[in-house]
């Protein structure tokens, strides 16, 4: 087998950080990374489980590989529906060679040996139970201004129509110092943007002891050359007012809260088995109001779970007309394997689902017009991300993690680096992102923040 692999990756944030991960692991042991499947020794799939059929999704792609399995090339199936549907994997696609879930990732040198020595049926599925976090000094971060680290694997929560608690073991978190020494080390090689990642990311209990989330959220917000800590996802049940403290005493902490609801209507919570009610969530909601920074505040929303009536939604639509996200990500429900939900009746017809879905985010797009407008005139920090040829725009984002597209006439130098922060004064505001013209940096400054790295240019659409 060649030493090159080629790696596609699905699913959410720590899926695409466990691939930056298995790169740098896969790289370390001597592979070279290649970019088309058709010159790789070993495919890796990085699969997600969440929604929608998302096996059926796997095993047709599985069977597109078929094809390639004469000239020698081995397959490896990691994530999601890898841990879900295990060993049936071979069964229906027997040129896979590697079966591995996210919880036995910490094994994978000793997989990728087996796998070199021609065993076939390698699995790493029996890890779920575990209390080790997978930490690795080789992740392959592939954008060298804002990075992820996952500070807490796998869910406990077991919401009625979720998958995760399944598919990425128990919840375990890592300790503070050596979260610490990770943000530091990206500190030294010039990141500016750390995002903490979990499932529950505020759900994280530090097994030494030493500090709260809040406190560790200060921490990393201020070690020297941290600009911006994201975190995400937050749950309702773990969500304490120390975080939005923390926020406020702490500039580097970004003024954005990921904190999903699912539902406006307590009774669809308690069948999802969320463990809160709507009061409970909204009087999470009026500590964020109550901040001295603007924290701009994000949902997910499920419509359709079995039992949802007409009244429930209605509760959904008044819930978010109270709290007025910046974004929400509706979902219809999608009844998964092994989950409580799938058998729970549920009499409502698909048409109604979608009708349901249209009218939450048509209500969402409205709140944002109205909402957004609030940026007009303001002076917005961001942090550039990529440039709008034909529209002859900047792209940026800001620290309540809105795109903003900019004209730079102002700037001597009209192309600000990828990874530079610019003042951007708004000068439109549209339902989904912010218009506006970057402003010279303030005093005597150079006229980017300097950024400590060679700028590589990415051209976002
Ligand atoms: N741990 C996070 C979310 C993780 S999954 C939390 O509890 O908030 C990301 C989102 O996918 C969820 O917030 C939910 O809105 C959606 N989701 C998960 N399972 C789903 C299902 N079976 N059907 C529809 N949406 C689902
Ligand atoms: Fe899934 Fe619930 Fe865990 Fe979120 S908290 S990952 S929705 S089981
Ligand atoms: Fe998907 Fe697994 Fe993430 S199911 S959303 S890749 S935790």
Redesign the pocket.
Known sequence: MSKTFYIETFG?QMNVHDSEKVIGTLEHQGYARVQDEADAGLILYNTCS??DKAEQKVFHRLNEYKRLQGEGKKFAVLGCVAQQEGERIFEKAPYVSLVAGSASYRNLPEMLARLEAGETRITGLDDRQTDLTFETDFTSRSNPHRGYITIIEG?D?F?A????PYTRGKERSRTSASVLVEARKMADLGYTDIQLLG??VNSWRDPSGRMSFAELLTAIGNISGIRRVRFT????RDFTRDIVQAIDATPALCDHIH??V?SGSTAVLKAMS?EYTRDWYLERMSWIHAAQRDISITS???VG?PGETDADFEETITLIDAVKYDAI????????PN?P?VHMADSTPESVKDQRLRILNDRQREIQRTHYARHLDQIVEIMVEGYNPTRNQVIGRSSQNKTVNFTTAQLENSTPPIGSYLPIRITQTMPNCLIGEALPPAGDATPFISINRTPHFVVLN
């Open positions: 959410c969440i929604r869910c929560k919401c129509y979720c998958v995760v499932q529950n996802t937050s749950h309702p904190l999903p699912q969320r997910d929303m499920i779970f990500f509706a979902f219809k429900f999608s009844p998964r989950t939900a």
